[in-house]
C-alpha cells in the first residue's frame, strides 16, 4: 500500500530550487489545489497523503494552477500527476481561504532547511486560497508517484491519521463530512467497492464512511430503498445455498 | 425595491480609474468573490444584481480579497457594503475557475469604453478564479448601495433575470440548486420567511425555490416530517375560526 521512496537532500534541494524560479512564470499566484483522495480498503476507509520532503508531515496531493488552466483540469492533472490514475471522479468542495492557513511557519521553516536558504520571494511563503476537491478511487489501482517534495506517498485510515501541515487535517474532515451527505448518490459512480458486492460488504463500506455501526435490516432496508442497486440471481454450482446474494448497481 | 441612483460620467471614470491605481496594493491578485442574494417576496424568489456602469448589463454583488482578509470575511464585508445588512447567514457553495469566465470581451469593452483608455496593466483583464457565496436575506431589511461602478441595485425574479456578464447566470444556477438541496437544512436559520406563517405561506416559498408546484397534502406531511416547525394555538377572538393555523420554527 505504500511506495517509500526517500530521495538524496540533494536532489530534493535542486528539485525545490528550480521550482521556485519557474512557478511565477508558470502558475497563477495565490490559488492552489488540495485533493483528498479516498480508498476503500480491509474495511477501512483511507486517504493519500504525501510526505513533505524528508520530514514527518506529511500534506494532501496538491498544487497550483497554470495560467491557462481551467481549475477542474488543474484539479484532475494534479491526481494524474500523483497517482498516475486517469478519468477519475473528482467533486469540487470547499475553497480554505483563512489567513492563518498560509502561514504556517512549520512549513516554511522545513522549506528553508531543505533548500538551505529561502530565495527574497518566496513562493511558498505567500498567501494561498486553496480550492479542494475529493476523488473516490479503487485503491489496487492506484500508483503513487513520489518526486523532489514528497519522498512518500501512502494510504492512511482516516481515523489513524499523521501529523499533516496547514489546515489540511480541516480540509479532510470537511470532504469526509461531504462525502457522507454525498454518499447514497455518489455510490454507484464511485470506485470505492466492486462490480459485485454482498450487502455486508456494502455496510462495512458504509460504516467506514459514517464511521460508526449501522443496524443490519435497518441497514439493508435504507439502502434498497434508495433504487439503485440490483440483485443478482444466485449460482447454483453445487456449493452452499446459504451464501448471501451479490447485487451490483442499475446501470 | 430598486434603487436607482445613475451616476455621472465623470464620476463613474473618476471612480474606476482610482480603484485601478490602489487595487493591486490592497487586494489579493487573481482570486474574487461573488455572492448570490435570494429573497423571499410576493411569492417570487429574486437575486439582487447590480448594473454595469451605465450599461445594460447586470453583475452579481463581489469584490476583492484584501490581502490580510479571510475569504469568509471577505464576502461578509462585500455583502455589507452593497446591502447595509449585518449578521448575515453566508454560505460558500462553488469555486468558479475556467479560462473562458475571465475573459469575458463584454466586460473588458465596457470597461475600456467607461474610462476611456485601459492602463497598461488592466486589473479587470486578469485572469480571475471566483469564490462564490449564497446568502438569504429579509428582502424588505436589504438597503442596496451603489457606487461608482454601480449605477442601479435592484432585485430581479429568478425566473426572469436580465442580461448578466461572466459567467453569473451559470453561478446562479448553481447557487439556486445548492439552495434547493439545502433548503429544509436552512430553512429555520434563514430570513425568507417571517416568524410566523401559515403552511400555505411555506409552500409558496418552496414552491418559489423549486421553481414548481407542489400537492398541498404531501407537501405539508413532508414538511412535518422535518420535525423544525411547532403550530402555534389559534387565537379565538371572535374572528373566523377557519384561519388556518399560524407556525413558527422550533428554537
Not at 8 to 23: H, N, P, R, V, Y
Not at 32 to 61: C, E, M, Q, W
Not at 144 to 165: G, H, Q
Not at 192 to 201: K, P, S
Amino acid at each position: 500500500m505504500s511506495n517509500i521512496d526517500i530521495i538524496s537532500d540533494k536532489e530534493l534541494k535542486k528539485g525545490i530550487k528550480q521550482f521556485l524560479e519557474t512557478a511565477p512564470d508558470i502558475y497563477m499566484a495565490g490559488v492552489s489545489v488540495d485533493t483528498v483522495i479516498f480508498g476503500f480498503h480491509n474495511d477501512k476507509l483511507k486517504a493519500l497523503l504525501l510526505r513533505f520532503g524528508n520530514t514527518p508531515y506529511f500534506i494532501l496531493p496538491g498544487g497550483y494552477i497554470m495560467k491557462e488552466e481551467s481549475l477542474d483540469d488543474a484539479a484532475l492533472r494534479i491526481l494524474q500527476e500523483r497517482t498516475a490514475l486517469e478519468n477519475i471522479y473528482l467533486e469540487q468542495f470547499y475553497t480554505s481561504g483563512s489567513i492563518s492557513r498560509s502561514k504556517e511557519e512549520v512549513a516554511i521553516e522545513l522549506t528553508q532547511k531543505m533548500i538551505g536558504t529561502i530565495p527574497h520571494s518566496n513562493w511558498f511563503a505567500q498567501r494561498f486560497v486553496s480550492v479542494c476537491y475529493y476523488a473516490l478511487v479503487d485503491d489496487t489501482k492506484v500508483n503513487p508517484v513520489t518526486e523532489a517534495f514528497f519522498t512518500e506517498v501512502k494510504w492512511f485510515d482516516i481515523s489513524r491519521l499523521p501529523k499533516v501541515l496547514y489546515d489540511h487535517d480541516a480540509i479532510i474532515n470537511k470532504a469526509l463530512k461531504r462525502l457522507q451527505s454525498d454518499l447514497d448518490e455518489k455510490l454507484a459512480g464511485s470506485n470505492l467497492i466492486g462490480e459485485t458486492f454482498t450487502m455486508g460488504q456494502l455496510q462495512k463500506l458504509y460504516e467506514a464512511v459514517y464511521q460508526k455501526e449501522f443496524v443490519r435490516t435497518n441497514f439493508q432496508r435504507k439502502i434498497l430503498s434508495l433504487g439503485v442497486l440490483e440483485r443478482l440471481e444466485k449460482q447454483y454450482n453445487g456449493k452452499s445455498h446459504k451464501a448471501p446474494y451479490l447485487y451490483r448497481f442499475i446501470k
